[in-house]
């Protein structure tokens, strides 16, 4: 029996963040049961590296039509799907709490004849059913791989640091651990800029990474002080390798319980026992069912038939390069018309606009 083709629809794919975590998850869990597409108009070139062993990557071609078994928008719900990608079953992701998000972003979803919807928690399908009076489905979890971490350090942070993260609780929380005299080493890994309002050398930024839960599972916490959330991947990645979370008080970590997996605080940061946070850190005992997740998925996609495929092993192909450019992977200069032979992989990388830079080759 023939695997069912799935395409995985994603328009632009950052180097980090929470859907990019659940679209490659994904990818990781289900490769071996179903033959996987990502279709993306844009990628992160260190993203599509991330995940090219694990599906088929291709950037959309709008002339070009799309058939496939089952289609997933795994993209902002906002964003128009493209009307190409046919499917004998298409479903949309839903990722956040719609009702804040409304209210922060000031968007609406756009609603696709024949989609249904998938919500990733019970609070955030409540919210969007509420919103829109349609039916939605919820498959709760994240098909994390299995980690075998190695510990490093305290404190840590993997996050954006906008007002809705919690940049501004951020600050209260060092200034609270300073005025107790506790002594503490905060690494917070971001793509943004962190202004500190003081000197705060136990305070580090770090470039976003993909092997980030060698450094949470080494902390006493994993720290996310958001406005609001619906299923927060850091928390729970921090909590599958047994490192408690200090959360805000939001719905969206109702299963949160104080001295179990971690504490609350209140949103105005006021009256935090510092001195239990501190002298009883949890022993984490938390895992998923990961199987009936994925049974979860077997439902909405079909059965699964198990076929072990080897890593995808990246053929020789020619590219003309079609601009100067100083290639940082060889360390050489290229002029405009060089052919050069590289791999399918690095072909892929600079045949393609992206996010950070202009296309730089062509395939020949």
Sequence with gaps: MKQKTIILFHRKIYKIGGVETFLFNFCYSLRDYY???????????????????????????????????????????????????????????????????????????????????????????????????????????????????????????????????????????????????????????????????????????????????????????????????????????ALSVGTPVIVTDIPGFDYIKDGVLGYKVPLDMKGIDVQTIINKIPKVKWSEDKQNILNRWFEKLGKPIKINKPLYVPKIVKIKVITDYWDIVTGEYYTKGTIREVDEMRAMVLCHATIERPQLAERI
């Design 35 to 237: 033959d996987i597409t990502v279709l993306y108009e844009e990628i992160d070139t260190d993203q599509a590296a991330h995940l090219f062993p694990y599906a088929h990557l291709e950037q959309l071609d709008p002339k070009k039509e799309y058939m496939c078994d089952v289609a997933i928008n795994n993209t902002a719900s906002w964003v128009d799907y493209p009307k190409n990608i046919k499917a004998e079953k298409t479903y949309s992701i839903i990722h956040c709490d719609y009702k804040d998000y409304m209210r922060i972003a000031n968007v609406k979803p756009a609603f696709h004849i024949g989609h249904e919807f998938i919500c990733i928690n019970k609070f955030a399908r409540d919210s969007f059913a509420d919103l829109f009076k349609c039916d939605c489905d919820v498959i709760e979890g994240t098909l994390q791989p299995d980690f075998k971490p190695k510990k490093i350090l305290h404190l840590v942070s993997a996050t954006r640091l906008s007002i809705e993260k919690g940049k501004n609780r951020m600050y209260k929380l060092m200034d609270i651990l300073r005025a107790s005299n506790i002594k503490f080493d905060w690494k917070i890994f971001t793509n943004d800029k962190f202004d500190l309002k003081a000197d705060f050398p136990e305070v580090q930024t770090m470039k976003p990474c993909y092997d980030v839960i060698d450094w949470v599972a080494d902390a006493d916490y994993l720290v996310q002080l958001s406005d609001t959330e619906a299923l927060c991947l850091a928390v729970r990645e």
